[in-house]
């Protein structure tokens, strides 16, 4: 059972505000090819790095998958996906972690709405997160920018 620590969710937000107007594939890279010994630190930056980036690709949608051992990250348009470098497995699974307890979710499968503040705006991104036998699939959908 997975403890909810309502932190969790101020700490995106302020690992989303801290990286706001960097280069996040860079760092998303520097994050994945050298973690360090702070899992929930990198799951924290990786996490609010991909949400960025999504954004600011007015993308719809991120997605984390681990199928098999295989861990990829994609950030899919209408028409294109965007691969990623994607994190080590204990990071992979910390993030899986930390969105499993920022929405509450105990179950194999679920979702919910989340508000992400950042700076002086919010957005409102729909979370859904399912576990099978060999795989697991954490997927963030952002509302169109208009």
Do not use: W
């Not at 909810?4 to 760092?27: F, Q, R, S, V, W």
């Not at 050298?34 to 600011?56: C, I, K, M, V, W």
């Amino acid at each position: 059972m997975e403890i909810h620590d309502p932190n969790l969710h101020l700490k995106l937000m302020e690992m989303c505000d801290c990286y706001l107007g960097t280069d996040y594939i860079a760092i998303i890279q520097q994050v994945a090819d050298t973690p360090t010994s702070d899992t929930q630190e990198d799951a924290l930056r990786y996490l609010a790095l991909g949400l960025l980036l999504t954004l600011t690709e007015e993308a719809r949608q991120l997605s984390l998958k681990q199928k098999k051992g295989k861990i990829t990250v994609t950030i899919k348009h209408d028409a294109e996906k965007i691969a990623l470098r994607p994190p080590c497995k204990p990071v992979f699974d910390r993030i899986i972690a930390i969105m499993r307890s920022i929405i509450h979710l105990e179950e194999d499968k679920g979702g919910l709405p989340l508000t992400l503040g950042l700076k002086n705006d919010q957005v409102e991104l729909q979370i859904k997160i399912e576990r099978t036998a060999d795989k697991e699939t954490l997927k963030i959908k952002f509302p169109e920018l208009t």
